[in-house]
């Protein structure tokens, strides 16, 4: 465990280096610095005298290890907007977009494992058949795309009379999907339950649940179908396995079969996925909050671009990467614990 674990951390902080010189180089190619602190009216003299203070005159690898070094201690620099610590801005808007991703992957983690086993299980059913047309459409529709018809659909409301009004269901379904001003579809709302003093939670209200729900549902298209797949495939291959074969032999319960034994494999290659994926999320969370204005990280992230906040852009960019790396170490660490056959330096035992 030690031996890995500083194994993973050298790579961690080589991953870090090199996540830090690609932003660095982006900060320095998008423009003077200067352009966005002064005005018009500022003259040249001034601007020399300015552009010394700031260092911008030093080399190339001076700038980037005062950069480094500052990162290192948490300072990534002030933005220009906001006018204070970028780190201080990020973590304002983290937690909007942590409970987004975590509502999203729990929706991911419990529809997409039952669905997925039950279409190993019975690839020939009607109800697996369809799972997998569904999935194969989700998989290629856009999120943002997903976001709009769900808006559509249950906060504008539709005019539909197709189904049959001379039925309870297809009345209610006629007023359920012609309702206007239905779920909420615009940021995470005023009654929100407060933690740790400064973080703001959408899952200790109903309101906050109303404003979450739409969000993290098209969150979850993107990964949802693409887990479904992935599951069954695992599952159905695990299935055709001489061990899975000889316990049947022996008798053993289906349910006992597939459920303890067969799951458990399945799910040692969907966690090395998963854990990726559930990194990409943070990052695919831009799309998603621009739709529904969730004021984290992504909606953020594109704020700053809108007005060439460079700081905080490159904030941005250190603080993604950085969760990417923490995300896959865990990842790595879980793999082990639930496949102890493994050792955590990628050998077999």
């Known amino acids: 465990m030690l031996a890995f674990l500083v194994q993973r951390i050298s790579q961690a902080i ?13 900060q320095d190619g998008l423009g003077d610095p200067l352009q966005q602190l002064v005005g018009m009216s500022v003259s040249e003299e001034e601007r020399d005298a300015l552009r010394e203070e700031m260092g911008l005159n030093d080399p190339m690898i001076t700038q980037y290890f005062r950069f480094a070094g500052n990162a290192l201690q948490g300072d990534l620099g002030v933005s220009y907007f906001y006018g204070e610590p970028t780190m201080d801005v990020i973590l304002r808007h983290l937690p909007a ?54 808006i559509q659909l249950f906060s504008i409301g539709v005019q539909v009379t197709a189904f049959p009004a001379d039925t309870g269901w297809g009345q209610w379904l006629n007023e359920f999907f012609s309702t206007e001003g239905g779920m909420p579809s615009y940021g995470r709302g005023d009654d929100l339950a407060h933690l740790f003093g400064t973080w703001e939670s959408n899952f200790f209200s109903q309101t906050g649940w109303a404003h979450i729900l739409l969000p993290a549902v098209s969150l979850a298209s993107i990964m949802l179908p693409l887990f479904i797949r992935l599951i069954r495939a695992e599952m159905m291959e695990v299935l055709q396995s ?11 319960a289906p349910a006992r079969i597939n459920f303890l034994h067969a799951l458990k494999n399945t799910m040692l290659p969907v966690i090395t996925v998963g854990g990726v994926q559930i ?39 250190m603080v993604v990467g950085l969760i990417f790396v923490i995300t896959n170490t865990l ?6 614990l639930v496949n102890p056959t493994v050792k955590l330096t990628g050998k077999k035992a």
Not at 122 to 145: E, Q, Y
Not at 242 to 252: C, E
Not at 286 to 294: M, Y
């Open 14 to 26: 080589l991953v870090m280096f090199v996540i830090s010189v690609i932003s660095f180089t982006i």
């Open 97 to 150: 977009t942590l409970e987004l991703v975590i509502a999203a992957s729990l929706m991911i983690i419990f529809l997409s494992v039952p669905i997925g086993v039950y279409a190993a299980i019975r690839p020939k059913a009607w109800l697996a058949k369809f799972f997998m047309g569904v999935s194969t459409v989700g998989i290629s529709i856009p999120v943002f795309l997903t976001a709009i018809v769900l």
């Open 242 to 252: 001489d061990y899975i074969r000889f316990a049947q032999a022996k008798g053993i």
């Open 279 to 317: 990194g990409i999320m943070v990052a695919y969370t831009i799309l998603t909050e621009t739709v529904f204005q969730w004021p984290g990280v992504g909606l953020m992230f594109l704020e700053a671009i809108t007005r060439s906040d460079i700081p905080l852009i490159v904030a941005y960019l």
């Open 331 to 336: 990842v790595d660490l879980i793999y082990g």
